[in-house]
């Protein structure tokens, strides 16, 4: 069966602290990407991931890609309140070209 | 470049009326893309189209709903005789090409009284 995993799928943190979204996958792959949304808002790209061994840093947010491993992390470093929001990560399934996104992780960030 | 537009943003329908949802896709986009999202909930895949073409309606429920995207023109999904838990956000994204890359529109956030 095929699955995006994403854990965990709900974070609440504090500011200031580091921490990594983990999003695992069962298909094979070599191309995937992260999104945010804000509550009441639309689907914001953040990273595409495009070989095994990708990193792409944007800010606090970096993310990486192991297409051995199946996985992706989204690591977030000295968090910001601005940076609640919920993240997606979504994989582009080679054979068909399907794509599968993850249940998202809600990410909440106190002061 | 304007971004992927949908109108109308917010709309109100009763029970058993007719909803349609437009969507105009970002200039040279030819593949379009429907999600339902529930509150506090994942995207939920509805069809896949190309101009005139349905490439992928696996996650379109088998009745009701019909998804459209002619050679001029906005991507219209239709829902017909709407039932409450039609209420949802429905987003749409469009692609230059079928290789993953997607741009969001601001969806369209339906309620059914």
């Known amino acids: 069966e095929l699955k995006v995993e994403q854990n965990p799928l709900f974070l609440s943190m504090q500011e200031g602290k580091n921490y990594t979204i983990y999003c695992n996958y069962s298909t094979t792959s070599d191309r995937l990407y992260w999104y945010r949304q804000d509550p009441g808002k639309s689907l914001e790209s953040l990273f595409v991931?495009?070989?095994n061994g990708a990193v792409k840093q944007e800010g606090r947010l970096m993310a990486s890609l192991d297409t051995k491993a199946r996985l992706s992390t989204l690591h977030i470093t000295a968090a910001v309140h601005d940076l609640s929001a919920t993240y997606f990560c979504k994989v582009l399934r080679d054979s068909n070209y399907q794509l599968i996104w993850g249940a998202g992780t809600k990410l909440i960030i106190k002061p | 470049n304007a971004g992927v537009m949908q109108n109308p943003r917010h709309l109100v329908r009763r029970r058993g009326q007719e909803a349609r949802l437009r969507c105009s896709p970002m200039?040279?986009?030819?593949?379009v893309y429907w999600y339902r999202q529930l509150p506090e909930e994942g995207l939920k895949f509805m069809v896949y189209l190309q101009k005139e073409n349905i490439i992928d309606e696996s996650g379109m429920p088998k009745e009701r709903f019909s998804a459209e995207f002619p050679k001029e023109g906005p991507s219209i999904l239709r829902i017909q005789q709407v039932v409450r838990g039609d209420s949802a956000a429905y987003f749409c994204?469009?692609?230059?090409?079928?290789?993953?890359?997607?741009?969001f529109g601001p969806g369209t956030r339906l309620t059914v009284t």
């Open positions: 200039k040279g986009h030819s593949h």
């Open positions: 991931l495009l070989s």
């Open positions: 994204a469009s692609s230059p090409r079928d290789r993953g890359e997607q741009y």
